[in-house]
Structures are given as structure tokens and as C-alpha cells.
């Protein structure tokens, strides 16, 4: 995921880039961290703004072996919309795709290694709990 920052419909700079990765149990994450960034991320921002700034948030649990399908993705923006219509809104917030993924996404991944019932589920949520919500400034 990456998140750009806009001014006047301009592309200003990349603020944070949220990368997930799986690896081998007897693989150092730590050791992953710098080849991500110089044969992903720096391939990938090539003509995009930058600076010091940028927000890297890595997440090398590795807990999952295959990930959620594109049918997987669309079941988990409509739940998002029913969430939100059931508590009145006709908008979703994050906190309602927070709320359903893990009911959502959790049968269709693959767990890395033997789970117990709901070692998935925690899982996800743990995982969502420490990617912060995209927000937008609406007033300028």
C-alpha cells in the first residue's frame, strides 16, 4: 500500500508505503529489510517525491502462506458497506473494515504451519491494529 500525498491535484510525496512479505521460518526478517528496499521500494518510487519523511511499515510476520483472492477483496468492501448501513451511514469508516475483515478474510488465506481456532483471526486483527487508517485532510 503505498499513500501519496496531493496538492492541487499534484502528487507532492510518497508519505508511507506498507509492505508485507513472507519468508522462511529460519530467515531474519531484519535481514529482508534491506534488500526490500533497494530491489522494491526504491525501484518502485523511481520519479516519485520523497523525502526523509517516508513512513516504512514492514510487516514480516510471515504468518500466511497464500494470501486473499481479488473475490476475496470485493466480499471484504461489501461487508464494509453493510457494516456501515447497518450503523446508518451511507460512507464506510476504517473502523468497519477493521470490524469485518477478520470474519471476512480469514477462511480464504492459508496459515503458515498448524492453527488453532482463532490464531487466524487474532492474527488479523493484530495485524490490522498496527496499520494506521488512511485519512484524508478534507478542509484545506
Given amino acids: 500500500m503505498v499513500i501519496v500525498e496531493y496538492e492541487d491535484d499534484r502528487p507532492v510525496r510518497v508519505a ?8 522462511a521460518p529460519e530467515v531474519d526478517p531484519t535481514d529482508l529489510t534491506e534488500l526490500i528496499w533497494q530491489n522494491v521500494i526504491l525501484s ?18 510471515g ?3 497464500l494470501g486473499v483472492s481479488t473475490r476475496g477483496a470485493i466480499a471484504l468492501y461489501k461487508a464494509s458497506q453493510v457494516t456501515a448501513a447497518l450503523a446508518g451511514r451511507d460512507y464506510v469508516l476504517p473502523e ?3 470490524y469485518v ?15 488453532r481456532t482463532g490464531d487466524i483471526e ?14 484524508e485532510n478534507i478542509r484545506q
Avoid: W
Avoid at 518502485?44 to 514492514?58: F, N, Q, R, V
Avoid at 495485524?127 to 488512511?134: G, K, Q, R, Y
Fill in 16 to 23: 508511507r508505503i506498507v509492505v508485507s512479505f513472507q519468508h
Fill in 44 to 61: 518502485a518510487l523511481k520519479g516519485m517525491p520523497y523525502d526523509d519523511s517516508l513512513e516504512l511499515i514492514l510487516n514480516p510476520g
Fill in 63 to 65: 504468518h500466511f502462506v
Fill in 96 to 98: 468497519d473494515v477493521r
Fill in 101 to 115: 475483515a477478520p470474519y471476512v478474510l480469514c477462511h480464504r488465506v492459508t496459515f503458515n504451519g498448524p492453527a
Fill in 122 to 135: 487474532e492474527t488479523f486483527s493484530r495485524l490490522l491494529a498496527e496499520v494506521p487508517a488512511p485519512l
